[in-house]
């Protein structure tokens, strides 16, 4: 968490929730803040606002403390959903937050991030995943993700009893996990307090050991494009666990080349790891009943990995591209399904991560995507793998069918 002052600025009653929500997390909490002094972070709640000029009260209150924001300081805006407002003046006001939330992002210093927590019409801002998104946004956890939107669409979710251990009890499956992100993801679950099901494909099968070794895990070698992946993750988890809270689609392939040389090798091998095995393997598990847990418990998660080629499209990607757009519109068709089950399903989105996948690009091309992003350099597999845990966790259980990039806020495709 932020270690310093955190202010809450606004005038709706969304503003007084938070800021009594902070005090239980023994924070500094203020509503003013003198001149000169450092705060770690802002809250701006514009709740109260019904058409656009109603947006500079706040707006330029918030300005007017930009400078006292530390290094690696946070801006969060909190604002109701554009989506839910059939009034013009009113849905302008609101699409008017987010514009000025993601040209913030592009003006924050030293490693400060600006993000948004978008709250369902009539959600109560005591809502578990209001808690959990506002924490993770304040913490480090987020430090990758800017000029990006967290949705909470519903009162679904339990805060954990220890927020270190969130996930205490819980049994992960990580795809791809050999090196790279899944390594990373599994690393992370394992620290939150899962037990872990570590998946790659048999040629991978020293590093998979290595790494089910360092998150006290098992194994499993497994080319995920197998008809029946789904199915066997199933039984190993029965077999070890006797349950299973939480699939990560990690595993995932490029085979760039401009669609004019594309040869249906490269075409096909992309979309069956990227896409139609993930599709394959969710059928399996919303098929079982191990991955159903009982109404009243934190239901089961799915997050699966997209990329911010899915979203702007890259050069040379065009089989990525569809099938990491295919995983978006996946995770928004799936949302509905996970729910009647009490869980979510949503995707992160990386931009540039340095890992051996992005070690291939031409070092020319490697710095040109360090450098275009407001944080100015290129994402840590831990990165990716922080935005996952959170959304795995059982306080984020208000979010689903969202596609949440973490990417520095970086201006092309990777
Ligand atoms: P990586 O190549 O380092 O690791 C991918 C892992 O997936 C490997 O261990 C590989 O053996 C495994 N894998 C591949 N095909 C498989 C299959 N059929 N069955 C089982 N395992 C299989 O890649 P990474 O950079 O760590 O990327 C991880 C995920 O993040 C991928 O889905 C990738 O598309 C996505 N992503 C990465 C970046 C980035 O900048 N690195 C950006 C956007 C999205």
């Not at 995943?129 to 924490?135: D, F, I, P, T």
């Not at 519903?154 to 996930?167: E, H, I, Q």
């Not at 099938?323 to 990386?350: C, D, F, W, Y």
Request: glycine share 10%.
């Amino acid at each position: 968490m932020v270690p310093g002052p955190v202010v809450v600025v606004g005038t709706g009653t969304v503003s007084d929730e938070i800021a009594s929500l902070l005090l239980t997390w023994d924070l500094d909490v203020r509503r003013h803040v003198e001149p000169r002094e450092r705060v770690s972070a802002v809250i701006a709640c514009f709740d109260a606002i019904s058409t656009p000029a109603d947006l500079s009260e706040t707006a330029l209150g918030l300005g007017r403390m930009l400078k006292q924001v530390a290094p690696s300081g946070r801006v969060v805006t909190v604002f109701r959903s554009p989506d839910a407002a059939s009034d013009p003046a009113l849905r302008a006001a609101r699409k008017g937050v987010e514009g000025l939330t993601r040209s913030l992002a592009h003006e924050m210093r030293a490693g400060a991030t600006a993000n948004g927590l978008v709250l369902a019409e009539d959600l109560d801002a005591g809502a578990p995943s209001v808690a959990g998104g506002l924490r993770f946004l304040l913490s480090g956890r987020s430090a990758f993700v800017s000029g990006q939107f967290l949705t909470v669409d519903s009162v679904n979710g339990v805060l954990p009893g220890d927020w270190d251990r969130p996930l205490e009890g819980q049994v992960a499956v990580v795809t791809g996990a050999a090196r790279g992100i899944g390594a990373s993801i599994a690393e992370v679950l394992h620290r939150d307090g899962a037990q872990l099901i570590v998946v790659d494909v048999p040629a991978a099968g020293e590093q998979l050991a290595a790494t089910a070794n360092r998150v006290s895990g098992t194994a499993l070698q497994l080319d995920i494009t197998a008809d029946d992946a789904g199915e066997r993750i199933l039984a190993h988890a029965r077999q070890h666990y006797g349950r299973l809270d939480i699939v990560v689609h990690n595993a995932g392939i490029t085979r760039d080349k401009l669609l004019a040389n594309m040869d249906p090798a490269r075409w096909d091998s992309v979309i069956a790891v990227n896409i139609e095995a993930q599709l394959r393997m969710n059928r399996a598990l919303l098929a079982d009943d191990l991955f159903n847990r009982p109404e009243g418990t934190s239901g089961p998660r799915i997050v699966s990995l997209a990329s911010t080629s899915g979203i702007a499209g890259n050069r040379g990607q065009t089989n990525y591209a569809a099938s990491k757009a295919g995983v978006m519109g996946m995770v928004a068709a799936s949302s509905a399904q996970l729910e009647a089950r009490h869980g979510t399903i949503n995707a992160v989105a990386p931009g540039f991560i340095e890992t051996e996948m992005t070690a291939k690009i031409p070092f020319a091309t490697r710095e040109v995507a360090r450098r275009l992003n407001s944080l100015n350099q290129g994402g840590r597999p831990d990165d990716v793998a922080e935005t996952i845990a959170y959304l795995a966790s059982p306080a984020a259980g208000g979010t689903s069918g969202l596609t949440l990039r973490v990417c520095g806020q970086n201006l092309v495709g990777a």
